[in-house]
């Protein structure tokens, strides 16, 4: 069964340094996200990518953060100065028509 | 905007017992409403959707949920709880008839515990 896949599943990094969070959506799917879960809290979405371009953006998502799909099957979520708040586990997800699908996470902790 | 309430953050039953868990929205736009299961250390797996066909929906695992649009709700219910459900559930809307806004709004979740 198709699904989608996060790397890597735990990234410890210090505070200031750039991470970049891989992802291979389902090959079929047309819609990308980024969604994050501090520990504890709810899911709260990023940001979602369609069309070779970002369709929607929440307000967590601000100039630190970007996204690319740099070739067919790769979509990347990059932190460009982490901050210890950035602490969460982090989802990728991709939809066809209705439903999206995610990956099992990639636990990122800033220190 | 769109928002989900999910009521009850731990839900105890006994293994056996019928689980119900409560989800309410809240939407400008007919609603796409899903519920997603998270074990522990896991991603989210969906249960079930709705996406505007019929109001009673049957998922994984022997889930099922009911659309009721005069009370804006769609609360999962499941007949026999097993300690295998014992896990966080999550309700979220989207809407799906705009491009521009597909993404997901959870609810904060419900722990389900089961009892032996």
């Known amino acids: 069964e198709p699904e989608v896949t996060q790397t890597p599943s735990h990234q410890v990094t210090q505070m200031g340094q750039e991470v970049i969070l891989r992802c291979v959506p389902i090959?079929?799917?047309?819609?990308f996200y980024w969604y994050r879960q501090i520990l504890g809290q709810k899911v709260e979405f990023l940001v979602s990518?369609?069309?070779?371009?970002?369709?929607?953006k929440s307000e967590i998502f601000d100039d630190q953060f970007s996204v690319e799909r740099p070739d067919g099957s790769n979509f990347t979520l990059k932190i460009r100065s982490t901050k210890l708040e950035d602490s969460a586990m982090y989802f990728c997800?991709?939809?066809?028509?209705?439903?999206?699908?995610f990956g099992q996470g990639t636990r990122l902790t800033v220190v | 905007a769109q928002s989900v309430t999910q009521l009850g953050s731990h839900v105890s039953v006994s293994e056996g017992a019928l689980v119900l868990l409560r989800c309410n929205y809240s939407?400008?736009?007919?609603?796409?409403l899903f519920w997603y299961v998270q074990y522990p250390n896991q991603g989210l797996q969906l249960l079930l959707k709705?996406?505007?066909?019929?109001?009673l929906v049957k998922g994984i695992n022997g889930f099922e949920a009911e659309f009721k649009k005069s009370e804006t709700s769609f609360h999962l219910t499941k007949p026999s709880a097993h300690m295998s459900d014992a896990a966080e559930y999550f309700c979220?809307?989207?809407?799906?008839?705009?491009?521009?806004?597909?993404?997901?709004?959870f609810g904060s979740g419900t722990r389900l515990q089961v009892q032996p």
């Open positions: 990518f369609y069309n070779n371009e970002i369709s929607e």
């Open positions: 939407s400008s736009v007919p609603p796409y």
């Open positions: 709705y996406t505007s066909a019929a109001t």
């Open positions: 090959s079929n799917h047309l819609y």
């Open positions: 979220a809307v989207s809407s799906l008839m705009d491009t521009g806004r597909r993404a997901l709004t």
């Open positions: 997800a991709s939809s066809g028509q209705f439903e999206a699908f």
